[in-house]
């Protein structure tokens, strides 16, 4: 018996392997067939956006740039306006600072709901969608009846032009080469900086040639509606997993055969971990993470500086120097120039540094922490702008000393920006000019998150508490605070080259160890 069993059971064990292996042969053979009718993209398709024309995709690199500047330059817009709408409704200082801060919220929702959709849907469904709600909300604040409606209808906007916000520059990556992308991405930087400072010079002469306050934000819906128009009529989609989709259910219809597909079709996440993902996943890596709760310190630090001289330059040029609102507008001029300044020295100097370094490193990516090298250039500038500003901000000495503090407080903001602490991802990380996309590649995405949303929490929550600083430090001390923080934080930059190599080492999530 103990040997029939044996035999049968060999017998058994001969057939299953038998049937195993004819199971594989088949599956091998309906995979090899299926994959014969997947959807992939040539070197001379004509529909991959890498193919398209230089002066198609400069055309599109500069129309996402104008619907970046049109989402920030909302985000400002309401500065010049602030005593007239504060007069007619009886508003505290901190009640009417809310009409930034509010629009600002709205971006640290933003990208974690139109991010995800961007890659499940496309990028021209949600730029057309975030869009026209984003108009919409324009209207709605022009015809707000009441402070606390306006307010809703601020937040609205904030969190619905993040949607352009975002995907502009995911744009960028889909359309442009290594070789180009970084150019685009130094000349497209300037458009989240620009709108800001645009924002007070119009709103400003508006209010200076008596136009009611209410006529701004239909500017703002004028505004909104012309670049939507240049949404639907000129953009086209540029994500390639969405085009080779739209390929496969042409060639579906076309073919009359049901088997073609592409990779996204096929892509079936839960929504539970799509969710964790989106939500819980980015902070639990920022709290896991020493080295990106560092840069996330200091680029909020930085960004939220921008959005505290919202309400610095009325306390100084408004009422210390007697300014009309357009011409306290005009002060952030060298605020623009600075940024325009950084913006030049990136394209002539930063991007063929670069080269050279990936040159130097060979097969090897570049280390992340060769990008911190021009903070140590930005750092400084913030507290000597912010010192400046401070000590040359008394009515009795001429606006010209502490308006062109600006300029190297623009400088910094985009060296800081263009060195490695911002979020623009590239395709590898050898090429890639970002400090966080290269520490963390494996979880860029979630990196990225954690780094905008705690930079806009920075933007909207530092004019809040800008009146009360300056009531109770006066025009000089106000300012000088804020310098001494930079200063504290100057060594940030220095640790994180010095020890970063170790640091990624030691990390959980940081798979690049150069």
């Known amino acids: 018996m103990p040997s029939s069993m044996n035999l049968d059971l060999e017998r058994q064990t001969s057939q299953q392997q038998e049937a195993s292996l004819l199971d594989s042969d088949a599956n ?32 599109l690199t500069f129309a996402g740039g104008l619907l970046t500047l049109n989402a920030t330059f909302a985000s400002s817009a309401p500065t010049g306006y602030m005593q007239e709408i504060m007069q007619e409704w009886h508003m505290g200082s901190e009640l009417a600072a809310l009409l930034i801060s509010l629009f600002v919220t709205g971006y640290c929702i933003g990208p974690l709901l139109w991010g995800p959709l961007s890659e499940q849907y496309g990028r021209r469904p949600i730029f057309i969608v975030s869009f026209f709600v984003y108009a919409c909300m324009q209207m709605a604040c022009a015809l707000a009846p009441s402070p606390a409606t306006l307010l809703v209808f601020r937040f609205l ?9 975002t995907n502009s520059a995911a744009i960028l990556a889909d359309i442009w080469d290594t070789s180009t992308r970084g150019k685009a991405m130094m000349i497209f930087t300037l458009a989240p900086f620009t709108g800001p400072a645009v924002g007070p010079l119009v709103s400003g002469y508006m209010q200076t040639a008596g136009v009611p306050w209410r006529w701004l934000f239909w500017v703002l819906a004028i505004f909104a509606g012309a670049c939507f128009v240049v949404i639907v009529f000129t953009m086209p989609e540029t994500y390639p997993r969405t085009i080779l989709a739209q390929k496969a259910a042409r060639m579906r219809k076309e073919m009359g055969d049901s088997r073609y597909w592409a ?12 969710v964790s993902n989106i939500l819980a996943r980015p902070f639990k890596i920022l709290f896991q993470e020493p080295m990106l709760i560092a840069i996330a310190l200091y680029m909020s630090f930085v960004f939220g500086c921008v959005y505290l001289l919202f309400e610095a330059y009325p306390i100084v040029f408004t009422i210390g120097h007697r300014f009309s609102s357009g011409a306290s507008g005009l002060m952030f ?13 990136g394209l002539f100097y930063l991007n063929p540094r670069y080269r050279r370094q990936m040159i130097e490193y060979s097969a090897l990516p570049v280390p992340p922490e060769r990008r911190l090298e021009m903070a140590y250039v930005g750092g400084p500038m913030i507290v000597i702008a912010f010192l400046w500003f401070g000590w040359t901000s008394d ?27 911002d979020s623009i991802c590239l395709s590898r990380p050898r090429y890639s000019t970002i400090q966080v996309v290269d520490a963390y590649l494996m979880v860029a995405a979630s990196a990225l998150v954690c780094n905008t949303v705690a930079r806009s929490l920075a933007a909207a929550g530092f004019p809040l508490f800008a009146n009360q600083m300056y009531d109770r430090l006066g025009t000089k001390w106000a300012p000088s605070l804020v310098g001494l923080i930079a200063l504290g934080m100057l060594p940030i930059s220095f640790v994180l080259a010095r020890y970063g190599a170790g640091l990624r080492a030691r990390s959980k999530h940081a798979p690049t160890k150069y």
């Open 395 to 421: 009515s009795n000495i001429s606006f010209w000393a502490s308006m062109m503090s600006g300029v190297p407080l623009g400088v910094d903001v985009i060296l800081i920006f263009l060195n490695g602490l």
């Open 333 to 345: 001029v060298p605020f623009f120039l600075g940024c325009f300044t950084a913006v030049l020295a």
């Open 157 to 165: 906007g904030g969190t619905f032009a993040a949607g352009p916000l």
């Open 263 to 274: 990779p996204i079709e096929r892509v079936n996440i839960h929504w539970k971990v799509r």
């Open 28 to 59: 091998r053979e309906d995979k090899e067939k299926d994959s014969s009718f997947r959807v992939a993209s040539g070197a001379e398709d004509t529909e991959n956006p890498l193919n398209w024309g230089r002066a198609k995709r400069w055309y």
